[in-house]
């Protein structure tokens, strides 16, 4: 009789980032497309950042997290594990919520580039102006 190993998923998205985030019990590993966090985002603000769910639960060491990311560019997917972390552990257990969404941790951070305008360089940024 084989042993059902629960896993807990959830979606996070930041930025044009999206991070598809696996929860299971486990040693604390995380595992980004593969490779170790540490080695993926080589940014200890940004480990942080992705481990802070688990760190404020409490469950730092208690589970594994496997995330598959794509999309934008590094500081975008560590956001969107964070999101995507974050949901996998309320799905998990709904008493994190509150302390989850008091840390802003749930929210979909809404902000993403702004489209180029026609008569700009970039979304805002106009031509020089030469008087002469």
Same mark, same amino acid.
């Given at each position: ?25 486990? $040693? ?6 593969? %490779? ?30 496997? $995330? ?11 956001? $969107? ?6 949901? $996998? ?7 994190? %919520? ?9 929210? %979909? ?24």
């Amino acid at each position: 009789m084989s042993e059902e190993i629960v896993r807990y998923y959830a979606t996070g998205k930041r930025k044009n980032a999206i991070a598809r985030v696996w929860i299971k019990p486990g $040693a604390g590993r995380i595992l980004v497309n593969g %490779r170790p966090l540490a080695q993926y985002v080589c940014r200890p603000s940004l480990e942080m950042l992705v481990r802070q769910p688990l760190v404020m639960t409490s469950n730092a060491d208690r589970y594994d997290v496997l $995330a598959k990311c794509t999309g934008g560019g590094i500081t975008g997917q560590a956001g $969107a594990m964070r999101h995507g972390i974050s949901k $996998a552990l309320v799905v998990m257990d709904e008493e994190y %919520r509150p302390t989850l969404r008091k840390a802003g941790l749930l929210t %979909r951070d809404p902000r993403v580039k702004e489209r180029k305008k026609y008569g700009f360089k970039r979304a805002r940024r106009g031509f020089q102006f030469s008087k002469r």
